[in-house]
Structure formats: C-alpha cells, structure tokens
C-alpha cells in the first residue's frame, strides 16, 4: 500500500503531530514500507495455530479463591485523615 503525501498530511493532522512540509515526503516512503510489510504478515497460514499471549507455554499460578474480610481494619484506617467508628469520614461534597 502506498501513501501520498496529502494522506501522510492528514494521518499526521488526526495524530496532531506537526509536521514541516520538507518531512511529508520522506514519512510517506517510509509509512508505506510499514504498511507493505504488515500486508506480508496477512498472508501467513495461522489455521490450526492457537491464539497465544506469550511463545513460552506457561500457565498462571492458581490459589484456592477464599473471601475474608483481610483482618487488618485497624491498619487501614490508620492511614485516614479522619476515622469514626471504624470508618473513613470524608467532607460532605452535596449541599
């Protein structure tokens, strides 16, 4: 795919990236390299190759998904401004 100039000025005017008009011409070419080789990649054969994240076959470690309320309150709110009867208080904001 190959880009002119007016498309290079408006890509740059939408990414609002000024852009001198001596440089339009160089960024042209050198976009168009780009988009050439992304059109490469469409063309590779993916059927049969599962969706992955990371080339290295690893899982993510599990740990059994038990709720509770932490047990560190006290901690917590001693980094409050202001704490009454075991909660924050904060500023009344609606008049």
Request: hydrophobic share 50%; glycine share 6%; no cysteine.
């Amino acid at each position: 795919m190959s880009l002119d100039i007016s498309a290079v000025r408006a890509i740059a005017t939408l990414a609002r990236i000024e852009l001198a008009e001596e440089e339009l011409a160089p960024l042209a070419g050198e976009l168009s390299k780009i988009l050439d080789f992304v059109e490469q990649l469409s063309e590779v054969d993916t059927d049969g190759v599962a969706p992955m994240s990371s080339v290295a076959d690893q899982g993510l470690p599990m740990r059994p998904d038990v709720v509770n309320d932490g047990g560190i309150a006290d901690r917590i709110l001693a980094n409050a401004p202001e704490a009454a009867e075991g909660f924050f208080t904060v500023p009344k904001v609606v008049e």
